[in-house]
């Protein structure tokens, strides 16, 4: 069963979805100059002790284990980075960046991403835009990590002054009823974010939503934002 929703938005709640944007760059940029860069100087300690410990290999292996850890840190740290630095909203078009997006999962997932832009897509509010771009970094995720399925379809179009995405899979599917439903699950033991955070961002920007699903088929969500 489809479900639905739409409310007004507001010039405050369009405010707060750019400002929470510009927040989470800030976030990264923090962990990039902070704890990256110290675990870069650990690092390099360790890789003097390394050599200092050449007649000790007990302690050289210890050392070399710290190390092993430390890189794998990083590698999660550089991944987060990649995930949500903010790519330049304002500078970019809605189409480059919705593209950026689609290659990185791909590269990231090795899943097929079947993009379609309609070529009259166009500019659209900051607000919407970035909207559009944390929905579907969110329907892609879900559909790589719940749906089971090896590809993905999304589509960008544009009718007069509403932009719609729509991504859907040839997965598992799920009961969007019971999902939806939900709530007062949201952040209770670990997660569910996704759906409810999607449904929160389009009822800000006065769009709809629309999720169906179904079990051994496969997963469509749209979403219908104003572009401005
Ligand atoms: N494309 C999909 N195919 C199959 N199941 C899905 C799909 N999208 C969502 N689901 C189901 O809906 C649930 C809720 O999704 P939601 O994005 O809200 O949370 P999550 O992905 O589990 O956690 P989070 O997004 O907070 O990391 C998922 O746990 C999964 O069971
Ligand atoms: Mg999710």
Known sequence: MPSRKRDAPSKASRRLLAAN?????????????GPVQDIFAALSQLQVLDRALEHDEASQRRVRQAMALLERVLGEI??????????????????????GLAVQHETLTDQVVQLTVAPNVGECALETKIALYRILQEALANGFRHSGATRQAVTVERRAETITLAVSDDGRGFSTRQVLARE????????HFGLRGIQDRVAMLGGTFTLTSVVG???TMTI???AE
């Open 21 to 33: 944007e510009r927040e989470l760059g800030r976030i990264v940029l923090d962990m990039h100059d």
């Open 78 to 99: 550089r991944n987060f980075i990649g995930a949500f630095r903010p790519p330049g909203f304002e500078r970019r078009e809605l189409a480059e960046i919705i593209e």
């Open 184 to 191: 007062e699950d949201v952040g209770v033991e670990g997660g």
């Open 217 to 219: 088929k496969g997963t």
């Open 224 to 226: 219908a934002l104003p």
